[in-house]
């Protein structure tokens, strides 16, 4: 095993968190290494980076060799079964839960639907730890929005698509304001109707929306139009100092063998099936909810090269996702069109809270290997979906070489209270909504969680792992609480805070 690097700061993973945290410490004139397991995607953007291997999004017959990376299991022989390890997508599947990841450099911003928003609760950030407070994380969310570019939406750049055109005379729902204000992150037309080709202040080329196509959903977006973590934070970052390898999957985490301050990572290089093994003063975690957890308890409990984490796998959220296709199948509608996400409605009566239901269409669907006449199905549907505060009490446990998520949801109301919204809207609109029992989240949280003490928590308001100097979590595994609606905002904010931290330890400055 190669064992001769020596890193300062090296960042694993590189979606939201890792990302941010990658890009502001090396924008910081620190040396930084960034460790991502997927590939590089290939876009227009990533051309115009002169990337030179890059990994398509799959499509046409690629849909069945490109679409799953690895499925995991924990009652499987070897607790799984990886299928292609440049695939774009991991699932993770439990008795109560079953968990969608992705895997590519820029993270799950190659396949949300670029919704960018705080949380509802405002005090989120409050109470959590001594050196955390909304007041703290306000200008890390305005760095996110200015870096991404995230946009409101005005009446003229509403796609036809969109729930408050569909529905505007409904009889049945009504169109759901959003509890709290609502961007996103595509690069929308200057004259809406004609998009462009547009080259970016890095030299980045991209191109405009454009709502006559419905390439940007969860299959990626190959022109560019939806600001990805890699044109945004990476890219720039690069040209400060960052380096960043893609294919190498980190296996394990050791504090230095020689009583010294820092970590060793060993890591495999899918590129030539090669154990490599570094050392770095400073290691920020960032692979993901699943992948972060499982790396912290594989170190500590099968390999014990970690040290004591008390609350490691605890207070696990599924975010409360659940998620179902309505099956609209209007003659002459195409709902696959435009931006993915077309906004959200409420039953006209019933129960209150009434759940905000979303409105997402499927992407991508003239590529998809099928019958023409279950393409243009698919083009009536639209993907329905869910999301509220949980109680985030679910438990991660290492089992095997995977995963087992301990999860009831009988004790959050939320999933019970849109598995009924689906069954009456199913009803009253007489087009039937197809949903599993049991939750499918895209949004883990927690099983890290920040906190005042490691008895109720993993990391500190710094996002700095207790008893372990110098080894961060930088993810959605360390948020305090579940959110309830879409949380990459706020995965953002939190790996800019981290790094914030670590540039004011190495360096004496304040960078927000």
Not at 36 to 51: L, S
Not at 260 to 272: E, I, M, V
């Amino acid at each position: 095993m190669k064992n001769s690097e020596k890193h300062r700061v090296v960042v694993v993973g590189s979606g939201f968190g890792g990302s941010a945290a990658a890009a502001l410490i090396a924008e910081a004139g620190i040396e930084v290494l960034l460790l991502e397991r997927g590939p590089w995607r290939d876009t227009v953007p990533t051309r115009a980076m002169n990337i030179p291997e890059r990994q398509p999004f799959p499509r046409g017959w690629g849909l069945y060799t490109g679409f799953l990376r690895t499925l995991n299991v924990p009652y499987l022989p070897g607790g799984g079964i990886t299928f292609n390890r440049r695939g774009l997508f991991e699932l993770f599947y439990a008795k109560n839960m079953e968990v969608v990841c992705s895997s590519s450099v820029g993270g799950g911003s190659h396949v949300y639907s670029a919704v960018h928003a705080r949380p509802p609760n405002l005090t989120y950030w409050d109470n959590v730890s001594p050196d955390l407070s909304e007041d703290i994380m306000k200008p890390h969310y305005a760095a996110f929005f200015e870096r991404m570019g995230s946009a409101t939406m005005t009446p003229e750049r509403i796609p036809p698509s969109h729930v408050s055109r569909r529905f505007a005379d409904s009889r049945i729902v009504e169109i759901a304001k959003p509890r709290v204000e609502v961007r996103v992150g595509f690069l929308l037309p200057e004259t809406p109707g004609r998009p462009e080709r547009k080259t970016g202040p890095h030299g980045i080329e991209r191109y405009e929306v454009d709502y006559t196509s419905g390439d940007y959903g969860f299959l990626g977006d190959p022109s560019g139009a939806k600001t990805t973590l890699d044109v945004a934070y990476l890219a720039p970052a690069m040209k400060a100092g960052l380096e960043v390898r893609d294919l190498c999957e980190v296996l394990a985490i050791a504090k230095d063998h020689e009583g010294n301050a820092g970590y060793r990572l060993d890591y495999l290089d899918h590129r030539t099936g090669r154990r490599v093994s570094l050392q770095a003063d400073i290691v920020v975690l960032a692979a993901g909810t699943m992948n972060t957890v499982k790396l912290l308890l594989h170190s500590r409990d099968r390999t014990h090269t970690l040290g004591e984490m008390p609350a490691l796998g605890q207070r696990f959220s599924g975010n409360g996702d659940v998620r179902g296709l309505w099956d609209l199948n209007e003659k002459g509608t195409d709902l696959s069109v435009g931006l993915p996400s077309q906004g959200s409605i409420k039953l006209l009566e019933g129960d209150e809270p009434r759940q905000a239901l979303s409105n997402n269409s499927v992407p991508s669907v003239d590529h998809y290997p099928f019958p023409a006449f279950v393409r243009r199905r698919l083009k009536r549907s639209v993907v329905i979906a869910g999301m509220g505060e949980d109680a985030m009490d679910g438990v991660i446990r290492l089992h095997k070489k995977s995963l087992d998520i301990e999860f009831e949801p009988d004790n959050s109301p939320v999933y019970a209270r849109i598995m009924q919204g689906f069954k009456t809207l199913s009803k009253r609109s007489g087009r039937r909504v197809y949903a599993f029992a049991r939750p499918a989240t895209v949004h883990p949280l927690g099983g890290a969680c920040a906190g005042r003490h490691q008895n109720e928590a993993v990391v500190d308001g710094r996002g700095e792992v207790f008893n372990h100097p110098g080894l961060f979590v930088a993810d959605a595994a360390a948020m305090p609480r579940s959110i309830g609606v879409p949380p990459t905002a706020s995965i953002a904010a939190w790996g800019s805070r981290v790094a914030a931290g670590i540039i004011e330890r190495l360096t004496g400055r304040h960078s927000l």
